[in-house]
């Protein structure tokens, strides 16, 4: 078993971002990193910087275990057993071990590297004894659709119109659902996605769509987890002129991309998609015994929301169930309502009302 060691210092409310951003932007020496820049030199998405990138760095211990992620996100924790989550962009699994550690919850992770899955695997082979609720697969989510068993068509349409279809708590967390091929049975979505500093290594353009897909396969009330790379990191201001590709956008020697949010961006790009906020904030965590590094992050919580109208009944009797019919029969149910000939006066309707101020309250 793996020796585990003590999380860094974690810092979210008592954060001073307005006082970083003074010191940045007035610092002549780091002005490159302001100026504007045309967006178009952003390199089509290629995972093989990253197949490279883990090949590299075989021992899979790169990215350290995120011990303040279920601090950061309860949720994990407080949900339903084997509720189910998917990891987007899993590495080397920094993300799924607290997961798996400390929750009860159904795991599948994604990475568009081979390499990392083997990465991942290795890691949770040699910190968790016995593990049988964890899947992985491997997906470019910028560019490609999460696989069917996931979720299939038919359960992302029934996501857009439905309001309660969770399918969490099965044996084996499966639903079978016949749409799907046969030996690929759809999990019916997940409750949780994370996407922890995977975003930032998306091509700018690509975010949206990505964002989207995650969306698609959250069931309705769902939460996106996401944390990555706030604007004026250190990892940011380290980076030389010349590996800025676009605004708040660089590239590594390697060839791996790194974006830099600001809250606005995170809250446009995840409003764009669909998803209600629930918590957005700037946080950072200080490296333990290193008082002089701080990584200033963003953090967000979003939903998908839940409450739409899946079925209505016309004045006939006939129940629609089609987005468009639904829509048709609301406009024109108000339609009848304002335009109505046959209105009654409120003077005829007051003296038929209840009265919640009684004889005897009026006495007293
Ligand atoms: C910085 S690592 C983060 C890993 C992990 N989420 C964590 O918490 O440490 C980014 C990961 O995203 C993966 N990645 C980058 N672009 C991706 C894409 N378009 N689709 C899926 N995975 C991607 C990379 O291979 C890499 O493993």
Redesign the pocket.
């Known amino acids: 078993m793996e020796k585990r060691v003590e999380a860094g210092e974690y810092h979210s409310k008592d954060f001073q971002w307005e006082f970083l951003k003074n010191l940045v932007e007035n610092d002549p020496s780091l002005s490159h990193h302001l100026h504007h820049h045309p967006d178009s030199s952003s390199p089509s998405?290629d995972?093989q910087p990253?197949?490279d990138?883990?090949s590299r760095h075989s021992s899979g211990k790169f990215?350290?275990e995120?011990r303040y992620?279920l601090k950061e996100f309860p949720e994990l924790v407080s949900c339903e057993e084997k509720s189910k989550l998917l990891?987007?962009?899993?590495?080397?699994?920094?993300?799924v071990l607290p997961i798996l550690r400390g929750s009860k919850n159904i795991v599948y992770a994604?990475?568009?590297?081979s390499e990392?899955l083997v990465r991942t695997k290795e890691n949770i082979d040699l910190a968790i004894a016995s593990v049988d609720n964890f899947r992985s697969f491997c997906?470019?989510?910028?560019?490609s659709k999460f696989p069917n068993w996931v979720a299939c068509d038919h359960c992302r349409d029934n996501f857009k119109l439905k309001k309660d279809c969770y399918h969490s708590g099965e044996s084996e967390g499966i639903h079978v659902n016949y749409k799907c091929s046969l030996s690929e049975h759809c999990v019916g979505g997940v409750d949780f996605v994370?996407?922890?500093?995977?975003l930032?290594?998306?091509p700018k353009e690509?975010m949206p769509r990505?964002i989207k897909e995650c969306f698609a396969v959250l069931k309705p009330g769902g939460l996106l987890l996401f944390?990555d790379y706030g604007l004026y990191d250190m990892t940011m201001l380290r980076f030389e002129p010349e590996k800025r590709i676009g605004f708040r956008e660089y590239v590594r020697s390697d060839g791996?991309?790194s974006y830099f949010f600001c809250l606005d961006m995170v809250r446009s790009l995840f409003a764009d998609a669909g998803f209600i906020e629930v918590e957005l904030e700037n946080c950072c965590v200080k490296a333990a015994g290193d008082r002089n590094t701080a990584f200033f992050h963003g953090a967000t919580k979003a939903r998908k929301p839940k409450t739409c109208i899946k079925r209505v009944q016309d004045d006939e009797g006939i129940v629609h169930t089609k987005d468009e019919a639904i829509a048709k029969v609301a406009e024109d149910y108000f339609h009848g309502m304002f335009t109505a000939s046959n209105t009654r006066s409120l003077a005829d309707i007051i003296p038929e009302m209840d009265h919640k101020i009684t004889e005897k309250l009026m006495r007293l």
């Open positions: 998405p995972s990253w197949q990138f883990h990215f350290k995120r992620l990891e987007v962009g899993c590495g080397n699994g920094s993300t994604c990475d568009c590297s990392a997906c470019d989510f910028s560019k994370t996407l922890i500093f995977t930032s290594a998306v690509m990505a944390r791996t991309l």
